[in-house]
């Protein structure tokens, strides 16, 4: 038995399904999970000494890839200083400009510990300054696992069926309204019956959790108009599009200026760091200034916004997104390229450094159309990649990420790997 099965096995009895994570687990591809336990730039190793090219980068923390040197510089000389003081820091203030300056929108920004922190805080706030109950999600959207989002969620409840969490009141549940992404016809419907009674509006403007899903114009447009016109907030939750698909964000991308935005991922550089953040009169009705309750032990950490700022710093470089999607790009013409030589039903697309990959002829552009993509040979697929080395995420409904440390070599790797996978898919 190898290391990593040994390791599985013993987590199982202690750790629920062995993971601290659900998609973690493989439950969507089936299988052992790896263990890992270093990571250089592209690489990782697991527990048995096998080498990976990885495409999951913690989920898209490790934009610059693993172990960083400046990065863990960083840390070190921060950590020294002791790990944790309860009270504010420079540090903290140093985030707070970079955030505000990178992503103009965020006139204040608060930091925590997580996304699902970041969009728990955003949602009360936007509760509490509108004094409105009712919220609007978007089916596959995933935003971290606080009651109120966790209706139709993507990601890790969508890998296993459950779209909706046991545990959730269903009273509360009932004040999450869910519709298709980029249907605007019944975004006009909703706004046009129930516009001002909704808090807030949340939507990841790059769909990453089921899978990859872009925006329409449109549906980005009509959001920002109706929100405006009732009073309701639109928030970007930016957990995994931050400094990702482009220094300022989606919103700099698509030219959108939302209320509120959530960080996270990226921000801290694979430590534990969130932030929310938005229009000054909104987060003045936060506590201590407001009735707007919010807090946290270890929020704006040293360690974890020492480790982020290091990381920001990085990709203030110019031309850093254009390089990084650049090689995104690269790795998805090259995936298509070999899926159209073998024959296989496959689509892949990018925005910035996050791609989709997809077993159906045509990129989806919404929940339904991604349901309807051949699960069966993306699990195939990524076994198929795995023992070439190749770490993809776990799961069909997770995008994938590039990161800036990815050579030309990694991807020519990655792609004669593909080629190996297709052919036994035919097998
Ligand atoms: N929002 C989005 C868009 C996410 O992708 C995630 C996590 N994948 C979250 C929120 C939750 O973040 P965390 O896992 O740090 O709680």
Not at 180 to 195: C, I, R
Not at 336 to 365: D, K, L, N
Request: hydrophobic share 45%; with cysteine; charged share 15%.
């Amino acid at each position: 038995m190898s290391r990593n099965q040994q390791l599985f096995e013993q987590s199982q009895s202690l750790i629920p399904g062995g993971v601290n994570s659900p998609v973690r687990a493989f439950g969507s591809v089936g299988g052992t999970p790896v263990f890992f336990k270093r990571g250089l730039g592209s690489r990782l190793w697991d527990e048995d000494g096998k080498e990976y090219i990885d495409y999951v980068g913690s989920w898209g923390p490790m934009i610059l890839g693993h172990a960083q040197p400046d990065v863990i510089a960083a840390v070190q000389s921060t950590a020294a200083n002791s790990l944790s003081f309860g009270a504010p820091t420079a540090l903290e203030l140093e985030m707070a400009q970079l955030i505000t300056e990178l992503v103009p929108s965020m006139e204040q920004v608060r930091l925590v510990s997580s996304g699902t922190e970041a969009t728990m805080s955003a949602i009360r706030l936007a509760r509490g300054f509108t004094s409105r109950s009712k919220i609007l999600k978007f089916e596959g959207c995933y935003h971290g696992h606080a009651d109120s989002l966790l209706v139709k969620a993507g990601s890790g409840a969508l890998t296993f069926g459950q779209p909706s969490s046991a545990g959730v009141p269903p009273e509360l549940a009932a004040h999450t309204l869910t519709l298709p992404y980029n249907d605007v016809p019944a975004l006009e419907q909703l706004f046009s019956q129930v516009g001002n009674e909704i808090a807030c509006v949340i939507l990841e403007p790059v769909a990453g959790n089921m899978n990859l899903v872009k925006p329409t114009p449109e549906f980005l447009a009509a959001l920002r108009t109706l929100c405006t016109q009732s009073g309701t907030l639109l928030i970007f939750d930016e957990v995994m599009t931050g400094f990702r698909v482009a220094l300022g964000g989606a919103q700099q991308l698509f030219n959108i200026r939302p209320d509120l935005t959530t960080l996270g991922k990226v921000i801290g550089g694979g430590l534990p760091v969130g932030a929310f953040g938005g229009r000054a009169d909104v987060m003045s009705s936060l506590a201590p200034l407001g009735p707007v309750y919010q807090a946290g032990t270890l929020s704006g950490n040293p360690v974890a916004v020492a480790a982020g700022l290091a990381t920001l710093r990085q990709l203030q470089r110019p031309g850093f997104h254009t390089e990084l999607a650049a090689r995104t790009q690269q790795l998805t013409d090259g995936l298509t390229q070999a899926a159209s030589e073998a024959g296989i039903a496959f689509s892949a697309q990018h925005v910035g450094g996050m791609f989709g990959i997809y077993f159906s002829q045509a990129c989806p552009a919404s929940f339904a159309e991604v349901m309807q993509a051949d699960k069966q040979a993306f699990n195939r697929f990524f076994h198929a990649m795995l023992e070439e080395g190749v770490y993809l995420a776990p799961s069909a409904f997770e995008a994938g990420f590039v990161s800036i440390a990815h050579s030309d070599t990694d991807i020519a790797q990655t792609i004669a790997a593909t080629r190996k996978a297709f052919s036994r898919l035919h097998a």
